[in-house]
């Protein structure tokens, strides 16, 4: 597959064209925002917190590599799920390219996985490719949000996810939508702002967050912190407390009416919706999994 990677594309700079994983790559991503990371500045990545990756960028925590089999496995398919993909649409040549600054943001950055020319109309479209062992329903929108970013940077209408899911072959066709990226422009203009005065982002209440500040303090020093506000702590307990103890009641008293039953349902607008089910490990007691 050949390379395009002109200086200048729909008005976005060429930065270079870096080997994934490279010195060159990762100090590319040190002066930007990429694709990969608007979906956690927008609170769908439910791995990483923005806080957790504010942490990673200043080098407060470990960012350490992903070496998990998944990723590799991913990598290793990409160019050939790319390959396969242009031999299904002959009407679309398609290239690798390079890591692009949009026109206007400097520190929005796109590196997508190829760049495709019809050719006949000679419209150009973003093609981003995704591998995942387990099946999705709908199209993960942490994804969608990448290819929107993509999209902004460099000055397209159309974006086409190309995945392998669960070992079936998906493409989404994503238009361009300029009220998300006018969204995720903010998302990314507030999270730079964090980085650029080192000023940590909203907490939250995720438990990336949580693991991001115990990782920060590994030491236990003998001493004493007055925390003004921290009487909410202790009413944070106090409500928590009493949620878990109303869950347990609720759980004891639907488990007691479901006797041997496996599911338990109530009825919506004439239709039965299933709130609940009893599972076991093994030779285990039963416990309830709620539907949310």
């Known amino acids: ?30 002066h930007g925002i990429g694709g990969s990371e608007i979906g956690t500045l927008l609170g769908l990545n439910q791995w990483t917190s923005a806080y957790a990756l504010y942490c990673k960028r200043l080098e407060l925590i470990p960012n350490p590599p ?3 089999m998944a990723v590799k496995i991913g990598n ?12 299904i649409h ?21 590196n997508p996985d190829a760049l495709a020319k019809h050719r006949e109309t000679g419209e150009w479209v973003v093609i981003e490719v995704k591998t995942s062992r ?3 329903p709908e199209l993960p929108p942490a994804y969608e949000a990448q290819v929107q970013h993509y999209l902004d940077v460099l000055h397209l209408k159309r974006g086409i996810l190309v995945a392998l899911v669960g070992m079936d072959w998906t493409e989404y066709e994503i238009a361009r939508d300029d009220f998300r990226i006018e969204n995720q422009r903010i998302a990314a203009s507030e999270f730079w702002r964090c980085l650029q005065t080192e000023t940590p982002p909203a907490w939250d209440g995720s ?7 115990r990782e920060q303090h590994p030491d236990i020093a003998d001493e004493e912190v007055e925390i003004a506000d921290g009487h909410l702590l ?21 488990m007691f009416l479901m ?34």
């Open 1 to 30: 597959m050949d390379l395009f990677a002109p200086d200048n594309f729909n008005g976005a700079k060429l930065l270079g064209v870096f080997e994934n994983g490279t010195a060159e790559w990762h100090e590319a991503r040190t």
């Open 66 to 68: 992903l070496t998990s």
């Open 76 to 87: 290793a398919l990409e160019q050939p799920i790319l390959d396969l993909w242009a031999d």
């Open 90 to 110: 002959p009407e679309y040549e398609v290239f690798t390219t390079g890591t692009y600054q949009h026109a206007k943001i400097p520190y929005l950055h796109a």
């Open 134 to 136: 387990n099946y999705w």
């Open 207 to 213: 438990q990336s967050t949580f693991e991001a500040v």
């Open 234 to 254: 202790q009413l944070a307990q106090r409500a928590y407390d009493e949620a878990e103890a109303n869950l347990l009641r609720q759980k004891s008293e639907v």
């Open 259 to 292: 006797g041997s039953a496996k599911h338990a349902y109530i009825e919506v607008d004439g239709k039965p919706v299933r709130i609940a089910s009893r599972q076991a490990r093994g030779h285990g007691k039963p416990f309830l999994v709620v539907r949310k």
